[in-house]
């Protein structure tokens, strides 16, 4: 690499130049834009050999005119025409949750959640590379911990609890100075971010399947025919843009069904006992329903150990996290394994590495000694996790065999879970935040699911 000198003479003069232009001139900061999913679209332009780059420039349009800017975010049109779609998002919230961190009454997201989840909401924020597991990229629409079954989309109140109580074992820490409406706040603002990310990969998504010629010059959108003299042109951008609304009309109306689709945890049996906590555990172990409870372990160990739940196969024999750890969540194949890439393949990654995905990491389970739960820690969290599964990974919604394995047994479960734990989840977390505090990290997040 050729090296450049300078002199004594020169260096003063660019350093008089500056000084000049610092003192005459105020510098123009950068806008901060919403990043255009370069992944997504460069997954197409591997599988299907076919160039995106207008694709992604077409729908980067469409969400910017019906969302806005990350200073400057709006609703799409249709939300003021429709009653039913005002419920979803309130503006002045978003507002409040957008614009610059050190904006008076503005900022929440950028000060909060951006270091980890980026800006666009992308999960590619300054710290994410080094997190495991990687923060949360919105834009599938895909949330791991609701109490909806698999498919649905979170409740308000799931992405709330999240916020407020932060996720155990990750670097999502709870963040005592926000308020409750500082939590609602940023909850629009989560919900707008993925409303607008899967907007922008859905219209990619409907093209492709549609079979839009893009090497032939067709579009996703045209804007410049909004304005054409033409009346075919212009009944032709009507046609795209109704295509567009309808699209982000469906996602908005699939986060609004969520509030009917919660599934109500039953009341534990009557006839033994169940363990809310590990310290709930250690105390009925000793108390005058000991033995009930030590049955009740022995039935989860047998369908925990057995071929109908078969939560060993992924768990381990023990519990530690050690049976099938080479999966990945759906995050990572979505642009690896759907468009027939091993993650394991990082030649064949480079064009997708390039565009800002992260490098592929293995979704380990849960190590149950651990006691942490990153969905919650009360039966009733394990009870959703286990009949539910985990939205994004590998773990799947239970299927209950009569007389092998019945609701009823998911109980006999969470008490054999709560006997794995080793430690007290409380007090590791705290250890960990203290060390990771002493040394000006975040504190390390358990690669589980």
Same mark, same amino acid.
């Given at each position: 690499?050729?090296?450049?000198?300078?002199?004594?003479?020169v260096a003063i003069v660019v350093c008089a130049a500056v000084c000049v232009f610092a003192a005459g001139c105020k510098r123009e900061e950068t806008p901060v834009t919403f990043e255009p999913n370069f992944v997504h679209a460069m997954k197409y332009q591997i599988k299907d050999?076919?160039?995106?780059?207008? %694709?992604?420039?077409?729908?980067?349009?469409?969400?910017?005119?019906?969302?806005?800017?990350?200073?400057?975010?709006?609703?799409?049109?249709?939300? +003021?025409?429709?009653?039913?779609? %005002?419920?979803?998002?309130?503006?002045?919230?978003l507002v409040r949750a957008s614009g610059p961190a050190d904006a008076e009454g503005r900022g929440l997201y950028r000060k909060h959640c951006a270091l980890c989840h980026g800006v666009t909401g992308n999960g590619r924020? @300054? @710290? %994410? +590379?080094?997190?495991?597991?990687?923060?949360?990229?919105?834009?599938?629409?895909?949330?791991k911990f609701k109490s909806t079954p698999l498919s649905y989309k979170p409740t308000r109140e799931d992405i709330a609890r999240s916020i407020r109580n932060g996720i155990a074992g990750t670097a999502m820490v709870k963040i005592p100075e926000l308020t409750e409406d500082d939590v609602q706040a940023l909850t629009d603002y989560v919900i707008y971010l993925s409303w607008r990310g899967e907007t922008e990969r859905a219209l990619i998504d409907d093209a492709v399947m549609e079979g839009v010629d893009f090497e032939g010059g067709e579009r996703i959108i045209d804007p410049e025919l909004a304005n054409s003299s033409d009346e075919e042109e212009q009944e032709l951008y009507e046609e795209q843009w109704e295509i567009s609304e309808e699209i982000a009309m469906g996602i908005a109306e699939s986060w609004l069904e969520a509030e009917d689709e919660v599934l109500e945890v039953p009341e534990p049996p009557s006839d033994f006992p169940v363990a809310n906590s590990h310290k709930d555990f250690v105390k009925l172990s000793q108390g005058d329903q000991a033995d009930a409870l030590a049955k009740s372990v022995e039935r989860g160990r047998e369908l925990f150990l057995g071929k109908v739940a078969s939560c060993s196969k992924c768990h381990g024999e023990k519990g530690l996290g050690n049976g099938q750890t080479t999966d990945y969540d759906e995050w990572t194949k979505d642009w690896t394994a759907r468009i027939g890439i091993k993650p394991e393949d990082r030649e064949a990654l480079i064009p997708l590495l390039a565009r800002g995905a992260l490098p592929p990491i293995n979704a380990v389970p849960r190590n149950f000694s651990e006691g942490l739960f990153h969905g919650g820690s009360e039966s009733s969290d394990l009870y959703r996790r286990i009949t539910q599964g985990i939205d994004g990974s590998p773990m799947p919604a239970a299927t209950f065999v009569e007389g092998q394995f019945e609701k009823q047994d998911v109980w006999h479960l969470i008490n054999f879970i709560r006997s794995l734990q080793t430690a007290d989840a409380e007090d590791a977390a705290s250890a960990d935040a203290a060390a990771s505090e002493a040394v000006g990290t975040e504190p390390k997040a358990s690669p589980a699911i």
């Amino acid at each position: 690499m050729q090296r450049f000198r300078f002199s004594s003479s020169v260096a003063i003069v660019v350093c008089a130049a500056v000084c000049v232009f610092a003192a005459g001139c105020k510098r123009e900061e950068t806008p901060v834009t919403f990043e255009p999913n370069f992944v997504h679209a460069m997954k197409y332009q591997i599988k299907d050999n076919v160039s995106m780059d207008q %694709a992604s420039k077409d729908s980067m349009w469409v969400v910017t005119k019906m969302f806005g800017t990350p200073d400057e975010p709006k609703l799409p049109d249709f939300v +003021a025409e429709e009653e039913d779609f %005002a419920e979803l998002l309130d503006l002045d919230r978003l507002v409040r949750a957008s614009g610059p961190a050190d904006a008076e009454g503005r900022g929440l997201y950028r000060k909060h959640c951006a270091l980890c989840h980026g800006v666009t909401g992308n999960g590619r924020g @300054t @710290t %994410a +590379a080094i997190l495991n597991p990687y923060p949360r990229d919105y834009r599938m629409g895909v949330f791991k911990f609701k109490s909806t079954p698999l498919s649905y989309k979170p409740t308000r109140e799931d992405i709330a609890r999240s916020i407020r109580n932060g996720i155990a074992g990750t670097a999502m820490v709870k963040i005592p100075e926000l308020t409750e409406d500082d939590v609602q706040a940023l909850t629009d603002y989560v919900i707008y971010l993925s409303w607008r990310g899967e907007t922008e990969r859905a219209l990619i998504d409907d093209a492709v399947m549609e079979g839009v010629d893009f090497e032939g010059g067709e579009r996703i959108i045209d804007p410049e025919l909004a304005n054409s003299s033409d009346e075919e042109e212009q009944e032709l951008y009507e046609e795209q843009w109704e295509i567009s609304e309808e699209i982000a009309m469906g996602i908005a109306e699939s986060w609004l069904e969520a509030e009917d689709e919660v599934l109500e945890v039953p009341e534990p049996p009557s006839d033994f006992p169940v363990a809310n906590s590990h310290k709930d555990f250690v105390k009925l172990s000793q108390g005058d329903q000991a033995d009930a409870l030590a049955k009740s372990v022995e039935r989860g160990r047998e369908l925990f150990l057995g071929k109908v739940a078969s939560c060993s196969k992924c768990h381990g024999e023990k519990g530690l996290g050690n049976g099938q750890t080479t999966d990945y969540d759906e995050w990572t194949k979505d642009w690896t394994a759907r468009i027939g890439i091993k993650p394991e393949d990082r030649e064949a990654l480079i064009p997708l590495l390039a565009r800002g995905a992260l490098p592929p990491i293995n979704a380990v389970p849960r190590n149950f000694s651990e006691g942490l739960f990153h969905g919650g820690s009360e039966s009733s969290d394990l009870y959703r996790r286990i009949t539910q599964g985990i939205d994004g990974s590998p773990m799947p919604a239970a299927t209950f065999v009569e007389g092998q394995f019945e609701k009823q047994d998911v109980w006999h479960l969470i008490n054999f879970i709560r006997s794995l734990q080793t430690a007290d989840a409380e007090d590791a977390a705290s250890a960990d935040a203290a060390a990771s505090e002493a040394v000006g990290t975040e504190p390390k997040a358990s690669p589980a699911i």
